[in-house]
């Protein structure tokens, strides 16, 4: 009787609707949804399972769209995963369940991040909050402040080459952190954990690529040096001049249109040896950012890219450092503790050695007994970085980089002449060098959990000379000649500015400052006296270009989430200069946006207004350090460009493979091309700006990037069509025609595999399609005239007539370059052996044209010389 009553009472309850059973926070339930509101899963569970929703709709907000596959799970568990990214807090009242917006009470949590070894700040590290589902970045000084909820208790950080770290958070209030992290073993070890957030699709700054330097070390080296410049050319829109040397053209831009900082402070030329190494050492360096556009407010001052470059600041904790001694140069990096967790030092020097090599290897018939060749340059960097209190530190850093080349001439006079009337003595001196000298002095302060400052002093010079120098004696007939020349030209400015970031919620990212910078120009002046006609010498010094100006800037800019899925950054820049009695002014407007897209793709969008106050003059073939920085003036008023991109990214989700594509369009205004058709380097610049045109630029186009930066094999392979062209009045018959920076095709591709423990091996092929060139379509003989400056040989000269400019495409240029490295960690230090092949199957590419007479067939013809055939190199470094 019993048993068939327990029965029954079993058969009515399987007639009897779930709903009307009731729930509890345990019930389990299923949900499936793809891409509904957050009311259509209210609905649903409403239907199914009896859960009556109430809610305001002016309070909450259930418009989000989701994506749910849950089967048989606790409610508790998906009401959680439903409203806590919205902030939505859930209630039972009786059979309903009432929805409200969460009341929480926050905190800040602020700090540096650092290398756990060494103290190293570590700028771009992620601190995530899995409470919040929402994170934030360390600047360049490695600082973070993220607001969370108050009952968070720990936050993820994790940085690119070492272990992510889970910080506890144990007190309630505001706290300020440093937070260490354990650098991997080896950077193709490492680890990609879940909340790795560090994302192309999470980032709304487009058109920006970071450089690790690991990336620098690892790719093939030329003649032993790791450089910097040239992996920066290997980036899609970056490229180079003649086989990639002479300066940076990043999309379409010239070489002044790129905004370099070293520490903060700019650089007005970025590299040795007419532009084939860049100015660093490249072992001191401890991140680059490279932006191409979409330019955050706090940049301005140039059109097309900015290098932002920071240096290593010492390590807090131990000695350290390490030695290398390449094919043509040899550095050394020192760094460690003055104030062991309170000061620290750096410094690194290198040289370049070939004129030693060359001095021991040359016969006296080379220069003569008492003559002498010297070509090097070198570069010293040191930095101290002192911690006064948790809040305050400053930074102290000095750069100091030169080339130099000298020749003296001085032919023996060992065989004496059967005519004594034929006893001549002459010789003949050249030198030429250049070079940069920079400062800056910063003061890094925190002002609370939410604002950070940097306040800093900057200077900067750039300078070269140029030097003549002749002597010839016949005593028979008391002939004498002693000619001595300079032509030498500087640019220098200093700068105070202070920078602001603030943070006051995960939805927000604020930075603003002001700066002000003067600038000195004394370009183009020449010194030349022959001591012994008689004539008065000739100096240009007084009358040359001097010229000062100011420039102020004010800038404010928000990294802003506006809601779900949609992030936009709004900035403005504004600038003044003044010069010569004028004030120029400029308002730019900087706008990003980022709309996440299904399946983590994000679409990012920008516009750029940039204005530049400084031209530079240089010849219509290649860039040299010789080009001279000059002003805007009453004539020619500054540059400015527009610049509109867009395109997609994401990063895959264990964080190995990243994908980008961008296009861009910008056009540019008040751009300069010389009036005579060879361009000029002219002595007597003060009325420079009457031997120009103004004109207008456009350069547009599309980039590809495939990047795998994870695992054993990493590297990338990059494509990018581009245009570039120019329109000037009085040339080409006023017509658009392509310039000299119009490469239309480029692909990258970099490898780098790891062999074992102790193996690697890197590998780079570029190739590129030919650039404009200007060649003359006829010529004739003309006469020199003498003068009492130049006498003259008498002789004819061919002079060129030119009808259209660019009117020829020079051959395409492609090379492959190779590495291994074998690297073995000892008990008290660490060996690496390099070998390098650069331009591995000797392509002779061209590094400039000129056009050449063959005597034999009376004729000219375009030639071109190659300065970087294969070049194979071996390097020996020690870490310690």
């Known amino acids: 009787m019993l048993l068939a009553r327990k029965l029954l009472t079993g058969m009515l309850l399987m007639c009897i609707p779930l709903s009307v059973l009731g729930w509890d926070w345990q019930t389990r339930v299923t949900v499936v949804v793809k891409d509904q509101p957050l009311q259509v899963v209210c609905e649903l569970l409403e239907k199914e399972y009896g859960i009556h929703f109430s809610y305001s709709r002016e309070l909450v907000n259930l ?3 989701v994506t749910v596959t849950v089967y048989h799970q606790r409610l508790k568990s998906v009401l959680e995963e439903l409203f806590v990214p919205d902030e939505i807090r859930y209630t039972r009242v009786g059979d309903q369940l009432v929805l409200q917006p969460a009341i ?7 700090g540096y991040v650092q290398d756990a070894f060494s103290g190293e700040k570590l700028p771009g590290a992620t601190i995530w909050s899995p409470a919040l589902k929402q994170g934030t970045t360390t600047n360049q000084f490695g600082y973070f402040s993220i607001t969370t909820i108050k009952d968070t208790n720990s936050l993820a950080v994790s940085y690119i080459g070492y272990d992510t770290y889970l910080q506890p958070v144990t007190h309630r209030g505001d706290q300020l952190l440093t937070v260490a992290l354990l650098p991997v073993a080896s950077l193709k070890e490492v680890v990609v954990t879940a909340i790795d957030r560090n994302k192309l699709q999470d980032q709304t700054q487009m058109s920006k690529m970071s450089i690790p330097q690991s990336v620098v070390q690892s790719m093939p080296k030329l003649l032993g040096e790791a450089d910097l410049m040239r992996t920066l050319h290997s980036i899609p829109g970056v490229g180079g001049g003649m086989d990639g040397a002479g300066g940076l053209h990043v999309r379409g831009g010239s070489p002044d249109q790129n905004l370099i900082l070293l520490d903060g402070t700019p650089v007005f030329n970025f590299s040795h040896f007419f532009g084939v190494y860049s100015l ?3 072992d001191v360096v ?3 950012e490279l932006y191409k556009g979409a330019f955050p407010a706090r940049f301005g001052g140039r059109l097309s890219s900015v290098v932002d470059i920071t240096m290593k600041d010492g390590d807090m904790k131990n000695y350290h450092g390490d030695v290398g001694v390449g094919m043509i140069s040899a550095r050394f990096n020192l760094e460690g503790p003055i104030v062991k967790d309170k000061t620290s030092f750096i410094i690194s020097g290198r040289r370049s050695y070939p004129d030693l090599i060359y001095n021991i290897l040359r016969s006296e018939n080379d220069f003569g007994r008492d003559g002498a060749f010297n070509a090097f340059f070198y570069d010293v960097h040191a930095k101290i970085n002192h911690i006064f209190s948790p809040k305050d530190r400053i930074y102290l850093s000095l750069y100091k980089g030169e080339d130099n080349l000298l020749v003296k001439q001085v032919p023996d006079n060992t065989d004496v002449p059967a005519d004594p009337t034929k006893i001549r003595t002459e010789s003949v001196r050249f030198r030429l060098g250049w070079g940069n000298t920079i400062g800056a002095l910063r003061w890094n302060h925190i002002y609370g959990p939410q604002l950070f400052s940097n306040a800093s002093l900057n200077y900067s010079e750039y300078a070269f000379l140029t030097e003549y120098g002749f002597k010839y004696s016949l005593p028979a007939s008391r002939e004498s000649s002693d000619q001595y020349g300079t032509y030498s030209s500087r640019m220098k400015n200093a700068s105070a500015k202070i920078d602001f970031d603030y943070r006051p ?3 927000h990212s604020i930075r603003f400052g002001t700066a002000v910078t003067g600038h000195y120009f004394k370009p183009g002046m020449t010194d030349f006296e022959d001591k012994s006609s008689g004539i008065p010498p000739l100096d240009t010094t007084y009358r040359a270009l001097k010229t000062q ?16 899925g949609l992030y936009v950054n709004l900035g403005v820049h504004a600038s003044a200069f003044l010069v010569n009695g004028r004030l120029y002014q400029s308002v730019q407007p900087r706008l990003g946006f980022r709309y996440m897209l299904p399946r983590n793709w994000a679409l990012k969008g920008a516009y750029t207004h940039m204005t530049q106050y400084i031209h530079l003059l240089s010849n219509n073939g290649i860039s040299l350090p010789m080009d001279i920085w ?7 008023a500054p540059m400015f460009s527009r610049q509109l991109a867009t395109g997609l990214a994401k990063t895959s989700n264990n964080g190995s493979y990243e994908f980008s594509m961008e296009g861009y369009f910008k056009s540019m205004f008040n751009m ?10 002219n002595q007597d610049l003060v009325n420079w700006d009457e031997k120009v045109v103004v004109g207008k630029g456009w350069s547009y186009g599309g980039e590809v990037m495939i990047r795998k930066q994870k695992g054993k094999t990493t590297g990338w392979i990059g494509y990018t069509l581009a245009w570039s062209t120019r329109r000037f009045p009085g040339i080409n018959n006023n017509q658009t025609f392509p310039y000299k920076y119009d490469h239309r095709h480029d692909i990258e591709l970099v490898l780098t595999q790891q062999l074992g423990k102790h193996w690697e091996l890197s590998g780079s092929w570029h190739y590129t399609t030919g650039a404009p060139l200007t060649l003359p379509v006829s010529s004739y003989e003309g006469t020199t005239g003498a003068s009492p400056w130049d006498p003259g040989s008498g002789s004819h000269e061919v002079v060129d007539r030119y009808d259209y400019r660019y009117n020829y495409r020079t051959e395409n240029i492609h090379r492959l370059d190779v590495g291994i490295t074998y690297s073995k960690q000892k008990k008290y230090w660490r060996k690496s052996w390099n070998l390098s092949v650069y331009n591995v199957y000797n392509q002779q590419n061209p590094f400039f044209y000129y056009m050449k007479k063959d005597e034999v067939e009376k004729q000219r013809y375009l030639a071109k010389v190659t300065v970087l055939p294969i070049l194979p190199s071996v390097t020996y470094s020690i870490r310690f």
């Open 672 to 681: 300069i091309e010389y009036t005579s058709d060879r361009g000029f380097v």
């Open 505 to 507: 919620d995960p939805r």
């Open 286 to 288: 401890k991140s680059t």
């Open 549 to 564: 100006g100011l420039e102020f800037i004010l800038y404010a800019e928000d990294d802003w989430q506006l809601r779900t």
């Open 104 to 110: 929480r009470t926050t905190r800040t949590i602020s």
């Open 63 to 65: 418009s989000r769209k």
């Open 630 to 636: 000059v002003p805007s003036t009453q004539r020619v």
């Open 280 to 282: 660093l050492n490249a």
